[in-house]
């Protein structure tokens, strides 16, 4: 059974930083898509950042410069550091995995609330 969970969530001010969790059980990162995504209340869900594998990213231009996504593989974990928050940041992020080869078989994690406070 795969399963992903995802921790680090909370209650922060604007400009700090938080370090969200996702540990992967049930299923191995080779040749897969790590992803966090977001939704803000009325919202839709929307791409933060992705990480193949081979180490290639990807990220929402609202959040370069501020946000990394990384993986201990070995843990079986992806990360994302949170740096420079801002309220706009608020939001249920949730962690997606992808493999790359057919039947691409995707999963998601509960999600977190972040709240970024003014």
């Known amino acids: 059974q795969v399963q992903l969970m995802e921790s680090g969530g909370g209650l922060v001010q604007a400009g700090g930083s938080l370090r969200l969790s996702c540990a992967a059980s049930?299923?191995?990162?080779?040749?897969?898509?790590l992803g966090w995504y977001r939704q803000a209340p009325g919202k839709q869900r929307e791409l933060v950042a992705t990480?193949?594998?081979?180490?290639?990213?990807n990220y929402a231009e609202s959040v370069k410069g501020r946000f990394t996504i990384s993986s201990d593989n070995a843990k079986n974990t992806v990360y994302l550091q949170m740096n420079s928050l801002k309220p706009e940041d608020t939001a249920v992020y949730s962690c997606?995995?992808?493999?790359?080869?057919?039947?691409?078989?995707?999963?998601w994690g509960q999600g977190t609330q972040v709240t970024v406070s003014s």
């Open positions: 990480l193949t594998t081979g180490g290639m990213t």
């Open positions: 997606n995995l992808r493999k790359i080869l057919p039947p691409k078989d995707e999963y």
């Open positions: 049930g299923v191995m990162f080779r040749l897969s898509i």
